[in-house]
């Protein structure tokens, strides 16, 4: 066999190995880039919502629908009625940010320190006609009302006017009569 058969043998082998490793890489990058959208998972809160208000002795307040419709997916809900009547409800919010609703007829005090997350206070927020306490730090924040029987939450990454609208979005009642919060 001659030189230049053989090395022309090596280098169409070198080409054909190298251009399937290419097609793979192109195939990976592909499908990497398919899949890289967040899939932020949504769950329904209706049967915790039910159970809650079952348990608690106060007015239970519930995120308006209407933030579905402006692109808030609810991804989180987690109720306990072990000792005090606490439900926590989380939010992807239509800026693709984070916020939750938590209401609880424990410790006051105890509650908001938990919910704040050692953020200092920073002063007060006016929604819908009712003084939300606003803390605030680098990377939380939280609106806090205190209302009869039960303390009200609203926290997050999401920004103040993110929180703000979340807060003002609540209702109370059964759904059929349902008041602003």
């Given at each position: 066999?001659?030189?230049?058969?053989?090395?022309?043998?090596?280098?169409?082998?070198?080409?054909?190995?190298?251009?399937?490793?290419?097609?793979?890489l192109l195939l990976m990058a592909f499908v990497v880039s398919a899949r890289s959208?967040?899939?932020?998972?949504?769950?329904?809160?209706?049967?915790?919502?039910?159970?809650?208000?079952?348990?608690?002795?106060?007015?239970?307040?519930?995120?308006?629908?209407?933030?579905?419709?402006?692109?808030?997916?609810?991804?989180?809900?987690?109720?306990?009625?072990?000792?005090?009547?606490?439900?926590?409800?989380?939010?992807?919010?239509?800026?693709?940010?984070?916020?939750?609703?938590?209401?609880?007829?424990?410790?006051?005090?105890?509650?908001?320190?938990?919910?704040?997350?050692?953020?200092?206070?920073?002063?007060?927020?006016?929604?819908?006609?009712?003084?939300?306490?606003?803390?605030?730090?680098?990377?939380?924040?939280?609106?806090?009302?205190?209302?009869?029987?039960?303390?009200?939450?609203?926290?997050?990454?999401?920004?103040?006017?993110?929180?703000?609208?979340?807060?003002?979005?609540?209702?109370?009642?059964?759904?059929?009569?349902?008041?602003?919060?």
């Amino acid at each position: 066999m001659s030189q230049s058969s053989r090395s022309h043998a090596t280098f169409s082998n070198y080409a054909a190995s190298l251009g399937i490793l290419v097609g793979i890489l192109l195939l990976m990058a592909f499908v990497v880039s398919a899949r890289s959208g967040e899939n932020i998972p949504e769950v329904d809160y209706r049967f915790d919502l039910t159970s809650l208000r079952e348990a608690a002795d106060y007015p239970v307040a519930v995120p308006s629908e209407n933030l579905v419709e402006e692109g808030w997916t609810p991804t989180s809900s987690n109720l306990d009625t072990t000792g005090p009547v606490e439900w926590s409800v989380g939010f992807a919010t239509a800026a693709d940010s984070h916020a939750r609703l938590v209401q609880s007829d424990g410790d006051p005090a105890v509650f908001v320190r938990e919910q704040v997350r050692g953020a200092p206070e920073v002063g007060t927020v006016a929604v819908s006609g009712h003084e939300w306490d606003h803390y605030e730090s680098d990377d939380w924040g939280a609106l806090v009302m205190y209302g009869e029987g039960v303390t009200l939450v609203v926290a997050g990454s999401a920004d103040t006017d993110e929180l703000a609208h979340l807060a003002a979005g609540l209702e109370t009642g059964d759904g059929a009569g349902a008041e602003r919060a």
